[in-house]
Nanobody, 128 residues
Framework: QVRLVETGGGLVQTGDSLRLSCVAS????????MGWFRQAPGKGREFVGV??????????SDSDSMKGRFTISRDNAKNTVYLQMTTLKPADSAVYYC???????????????????WGQGTQVTVSS
């Protein structure tokens, strides 16, 4: 059974950096795409970015609110995917979710419905 566990969230100040981790277990992830999403109170789940486990290609949201500040990476040996966030703003406050897309599609997806497995989320709060 696939399990995703996010850690690393917390309360930070405007301008700080934070790295979230997602440890994956119970599946054969070499063919998966691993995505990060976030959800602020009262809003829908928003795509942040995705990394292909094999090859490590990354794709990011084209939202101006995130562009250039978030980086996704992976450590195959640890079955872990990371989301490095810099220059954090109060608008980045949200629950951040890790998700796995097992479709083996030729193009990585930013659609919530294309992801089969989800972690429980980790809260990030950025104070002003």
């Amino acid at each position: 059974q696939v399990r995703l566990v996010e850690t690393g969230g917390g309360l930070v100040q405007t301008g700080d950096s934070l790295r979230l981790s997602c440890v994956a277990s119970g599946g054969t992830f070499s063919s998966y795409a691993m995505g990060w999403f976030r959800q602020a109170p009262g809003k829908g789940r928003e795509f942040v970015g995705v990394i292909r486990w094999s090859g490590g290609a990354t794709y990011y949201s084209d939202s101006d609110s995130m562009k250039g500040r978030f980086t996704i990476s992976r450590d195959n040996a640890k079955n872990t995917v990371y989301l490095q966030m810099t220059t954090l703003k109060p608008a980045d406050s949200a629950v951040y979710y890790c998700a796995a897309d097992s479709r083996q599609a030729p193009r990585a997806s930013g659609r919530v419905g294309d992801y089969d497995y989800w972690g429980q989320g980790t809260q990030v709060t950025v104070s002003s």
